[in-house]
C-alpha cells in the first residue's frame, strides 16, 4: 500500500507539466501575429492608374467588366455615404470603377 502515495505523487506531477505546457501554448496561440488581409498602405496618387483602381476594388487589372461591377458594388456596400461611410472613399470608388472599365467622362475625383 505505500506504493500508493507515489502514484498520486507522479500523477500529480504529469498533471502539473500537462498544465504547464498547456498555459504555455495558450499564451504562444494569443501572443501569434493575426493574419488579415494585406491592404494597400499609402495614400491616393494624384492621377488613379489601373494598379491602384485595382487595388481599391480588390480585382486584377485585367478583370472582366462584369467582376469590375460586382467588386464596385461590394465595396461600396461596405463605405456608401448613406450608410456612415465617406463621400471622399465613395468617390474615389467610384473613380476607380471608371478607370477599369475606361469610362473618360468621369475620370476624375470630386476631391
Not at 498555459?23 to 494597400?40: G, T, V
Request: hydrophobic share 40%.
Amino acid at each position: 500500500m505505500t506504493t500508493s502515495p507515489l502514484v498520486a505523487g507522479i500523477a500529480i506531477a504529469a498533471a502539473a507539466y500537462a498544465n504547464r505546457y498547456g498555459i504555455q501554448a495558450w499564451l504562444a496561440f494569443k501572443a501569434r501575429p493575426l493574419k488579415m488581409r494585406r491592404f494597400y498602405e499609402g495614400g491616393f496618387q494624384a492621377s488613379m492608374t489601373r494598379k491602384e483602381a485595382a487595388l481599391i476594388l480588390g480585382v486584377r487589372e485585367s478583370t472582366p467588366a462584369d467582376k469590375v461591377k460586382e467588386a464596385h458594388r461590394r465595396v461600396m456596400v461596405a463605405n456608401h455615404p448613406d450608410s456612415g461611410g465617406s463621400h471622399y472613399l465613395a468617390s474615389k470608388i467610384n473613380e476607380a470603377k471608371d478607370v477599369l472599365l475606361g469610362n473618360t467622362k468621369r475620370s476624375r475625383s470630386a476631391f
